[in-house]
Every structure is written in structure tokens, then in C-alpha cells.
T-cell receptor, first 112, second 111 residues
């Protein structure tokens, strides 16, 4: 099925460990995004990639890095996980300015 | 900086009622606005996308209106059902295709 695929769905990390969250879309969308969702805070933009080869910071980029590997894939890396990064992470993609977002199903990350 | 407010934060109604969920945003220079539904522990499902040049969009029992100049959008749900229970999120887009989200309205429809 066409859409946005996120892996893994669940992950538990120890403080200081690193990991990469993967996101892939098969809709030939140009722009891709990473959000985190915390209770009472709504979704906040971490990083985005307006087009292949470009990445930009969003509202809460500290502690994260991203790679737009190709047009399909956009990964989010936590170099040294902290408990404050416990959250649900969503990836989204969009074709152009007139289109709406398509979201992945999310990655639930717990840092202990 | 775009800020999005959704009122009410929570709503509990008996089945069959018609509902209005409100969304306000501070920066009227938007390209479009999207309404999403989120079930507990799940991802976001797009309900309606309304372009800045449009006044409203309809899908089944859902109708979204947009008043861009005043920074407001409403989502109207007709004849609510228990299956409509979810959190509803509003997100206007501005800048580099970025959507900014409100914290949502948590809806519970009682049978």
C-alpha cells in the first residue's frame, strides 16, 4: 500500500545510547518532516527536508540529526538519547504546497 | 511565529448531536489548512484539506470552513456517532510547506 512507513514502531533505549529512526515514502513526495508528539504539547516540528538534498531545523532540533538519503527516505538520529526525548515520533511527507500531509504510524520511543 | 489554538480542549456529547470544533491561528498568510483525526495510540488520519482560496470543504458528515483573514477555521460534525470519538487536530500550513499543529480537541460521543 502506498504511504509513509516508519520503523521501528516501538523502542526502548538507555540514556546515552544512539539510534536512528527510519522513514520511507513511496508516493514520490518532495518534502518530508519529522515531528514529536508529547502529552499536552501537540506535535512539534523537529526537522524537515523541503526537497532532496536539503534539510532544515524546525522548532525543537536540539539533540537530533537528520539525513535525506534520497527522495524516498528521511532518517532521524539521536546521537545520545536523553529521557527528555521520550516521545512519539511521526514522519510525514507532502507533494507540494497545495497538497496535504500524509503521516506514518509513528515510533513510540522510551528513554530510561 | 504561527500559533494555533483549538477550543474546546475536550468535549463530551450524546450521540446524534451536531458539533462545532474551533481552530484559530495567528498568522493569516497560510497556503492551506488541514484537519486530522487521531485515535488513542494511533497515527494521524487526514480528514479535510482546505486551500487558502476556499471557504469550505465537505466530506460526508464533516464540513470544514476557513476564514483566512480572521485566522479561524471550524470543523462541523453532523449527527455525531460513538465512532467519531477521537482527538481532532487542526494544522495551517505556512512557509516551506510546514504545518503547525494545535493541541487538539478531545471528543467523546456517548451512546
Amino acid at each position: 500500500n502506498a504511504g509513509v512507513t516508519q520503523t521501528p514502531k516501538f523502542q526502548v533505549l538507555k540514556t546515552g545510547q544512539s539510534m536512528t529512526l527510519q522513514c520511507a515514502q513511496d508516493m514520490n513526495h518532495n518534502s518530508m518532516y519529522w515531528y514529536r508528539q508529547d502529552p499536552g504539547m501537540g506535535l512539534r516540528l523537529i526537522y524537515y527536508s523541503a526537497s532532496e538534498g536539503t534539510t532544515d531545523k524546525g522548532e525543537v532540533p536540539n539533540g537530533y540529526n537528520v539525513s535525506r538519503l534520497n527522495k524516498r527516505e528521511f532518517s532521524l538520529r539521536l546521537e545520545s538519547a536523553a529521557p527528555s526525548q521520550t516521545s512519539v515520533y511521526f514522519c510525514a511527507s507532502v507533494w507540494d504546497r497545495a497538497s496535504g500531509y500524509t503521516f506514518g504510524s509513528g515510533t513510540r520511543l522510551t528513554v530510561v | 511565529k504561527q500559533e494555533v489554538t483549538q477550543i474546546p480542549a475536550a468535549l463530551s456529547v450524546p450521540e446524534g448531536e451536531n458539533l462545532v470544533l474551533n481552530c484559530s491561528f495567528t498568522d493569516s498568510a497560510i497556503y492551506n489548512l488541514q484537519w486530522f483525526r487521531q485515535d488513542p495510540g494511533k497515527g494521524l488520519t487526514s480528514l479535510l484539506l482546505i486551500q487558502s482560496s476556499q471557504r469550505e470543504q465537505t466530506s460526508g458528515r464533516l464540513n470544514a470552513s476557513l476564514d483566512k483573514s480572521s485566522g479561524r477555521s471550524t470543523l462541523y460534525i453532523a449527527a455525531s456517532q460513538p465512532g467519531d470519538s477521537a482527538t481532532y487536530l487542526c494544522a495551517p500550513s505556512s512557509g516551506t510547506y510546514k504545518y503547525i499543529f494545535g493541541t487538539g480537541t478531545r471528543l467523546k460521543v456517548l451512546a
